[in-house]
């Protein structure tokens, strides 16, 4: 189920009551992080970026085990706000 939704010039993100986040719309400047499409096999790494017409699960090394709080975007870029389950000054 969909948590928050925000919007970003010409893009939307999605946030999941799990955690995930989910972007479409248009990604010529690489807002939306769909190259490459999936993190574990970045054969499109060096791929323009295309425009998504459907929402699809944002794959990146760096959400990998953390929760999304938050995912915002603006005319160019998009910004996501995790939690990785540490308390805060925790190691």
């Not at 010529?28 to 295309?50: F, I, K, M, T, Y």
């Not at 085990?65 to 870029?77: E, M, N, Y």
Request: charged share 25%; with cysteine; glycine share 12%.
């Amino acid at each position: 189920a969909i948590r928050a939704l925000r919007c970003g010039m010409s893009h939307t993100l999605a946030c999941t009551q799990d955690g995930a986040v989910f972007a479409w719309g248009c990604g010529v400047s690489h807002q939306l992080g769909n190259r490459p499409r999936d993190c574990d096999d970045p054969a499109d790494a060096w791929e323009e970026p295309a425009d998504e017409l459907a929402p699809y699960r944002l794959s990146s090394k760096r959400l990998d085990g953390r929760f999304v709080l938050l995912a915002d975007g603006g005319a160019q870029h998009s910004a996501e706000l995790v939690w990785d389950g540490g308390a805060p000054g925790s190691a």
